[in-house]
């Protein structure tokens, strides 16, 4: 098919179907995974997700840039996605908090958007494929060599086997110490005790520590690549491993003996997402790629110790095979949309992680209650 004249971005998959349309942000070229993610609120938080490292999001909400950009939605200070993908050109912004518009902060930051797109069509696409690899192109001449970016998506290996969180990860150790709350409303702040915890930053969402500090921690975060020696030297009372991109076992090389480091010592241990995934990896447990993944604001989750169903946030294109969890661990949360496994425990400890995101950042807050859990775990050893 020729590129329509008015065509300024297009997307070429590796097996040569291409989407052209109206590109905005960063001009160039990107190649990545694609996958979509279903929310209808939250494209700031999600492009600025560390753990979308890696892959170009096509939103299945129609209506992205209504409510502008705001600083105080960055979940990190550069985005991580390559790139995003929208029906329509982006709305102009109508928000009270809205600092900026999207078009243009994406051009600041560096990253390609294109507009116009049949983003239905491509969704069954991602889901027919398995999450595809891509060649995103924005140039405002509209010359694009097809052959050349199809070839590029094909020769692109892929996230299996990538470690990423060592390229988002904080250059050094800071402690967080923002004076902004996350919590469900209704909820009172917890005061101290200032429970010292060590959260480990693999892609950290800035919500997830602005909900540790909320449930009463002082929060110290500290590189990924951190030794057990190095978690241990802080005197912790609880450990915190974070989301972030790329695949888990890739990155359980240098993480995997830290986390073992960790468990020898019976602390309360919390992970989200990729910590999730890496937590079940130190415990003897696998994990492998999914068809096109969760990527969304509305995934129900059954907690099967009480039998209570939440409504959960998710991000992630690898899982837990709960088939292989040894003895002694038990799955304690699945997915109501495919059965993969949500969440995992280590029986009779306070050691436990779960897939989805509690801290929302798009999303409900209903899970907000496993920051809880890991505080009152903190506090249980003390006393
Ligand atoms: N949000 C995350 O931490 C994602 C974890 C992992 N990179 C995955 O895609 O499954």
Not at 87 to 94: I, N, V
Not at 304 to 323: C, P, Q, R, W, Y
Request: hydrophobic share 40%; charged share 20%; proline share 6%.
């Amino acid at each position: 098919m020729p590129a329509p004249r008015d065509a300024t971005a297009c997307l070429a998959l590796a097996d040569g179907t291409i989407f052209y349309g109206k590109g905005f942000g960063a001009t160039g070229e990107t190649v990545a995974e694609l996958v979509f993610n279903t929310a209808m609120t939250g494209y700031q938080e999600i492009m600025t997700d560390p753990s979308y490292a890696g892959q170009v999001v096509t939103f299945t909400f129609p209506h992205i840039g209504n409510t502008g950009v705001t600083a105080e939605d960055d979940e990190t200070a550069t985005p991580a996605a390559a790139g995003m993908v929208v029906k329509w050109d982006p709305t102009e912004p109508s928000n009270w908090r809205a600092t900026g518009e999207l078009t243009q902060w994406l051009s600041k930051v560096g990253r390609i958007g294109i507009g116009g797109i049949d983003t239905r069509r491509l969704t069954r696409a991602i889901r027919q494929q398995g999450a595809p690899h891509v060649t995103l192109a924005h140039d405002p001449e509209g010359r694009f060599d097809i052959e050349k970016l199809v070839a590029r998506a094909r020769a692109w290996k892929g996230l299996v086997g990538l470690d990423l969180a060592r390229d988002v990860t904080c250059a050094q150790s800071y402690r967080w110490d923002e004076k902004r709350w996350a919590w469900p409303q209704g909820y009172t702040r917890r005061e101290g005790p200032g429970l010292r915890v060590v959260a480990v930053d693999y892609g950290a969402k800035r919500n997830i520590l602005r909900c540790l500090a909320s449930v009463g921690c002082e929060v110290t975060v500290l590189p990924a690549t951190a030794t057990a020696e190095e978690v241990l030297a802080l005197n912790p009372e609880g450990v915190f491993l974070s989301n972030g991109p790329g695949d888990p076992a890739a990155t359980g090389e240098y993480a995997v003996p830290m986390i073992r480091g960790v468990l020898d010592r019976d602390l309360p241990l919390f992970g989200i997402c990729l910590g999730h995934q890496m937590l079940a990896l130190a415990l003897g447990a696998k994990t492998r790629k999914m068809n096109h993944g969760h990527h969304g604001a509305n995934h129900p989750v059954k907690d099967l110790t009480t039998g209570k169903v939440e409504i959960t946030s998710m991000n992630h294109g690898f899982t837990v095979d709960a088939d292989t969890l040894p003895k002694g661990v038990k799955e304690t949360h699945v997915s109501l949309f495919d059965g993969t496994n949500c969440g995992i425990a280590v029986e009779g400890k306070p050691v436990y992680s779960v897939q989805y995101h509690p801290e929302a950042s798009p999303g409900p807050q209903d899970s907000f209650y496993l920051f809880e859990r890991f505080a009152d775990a903190m506090k249980a050893r003390r006393a």
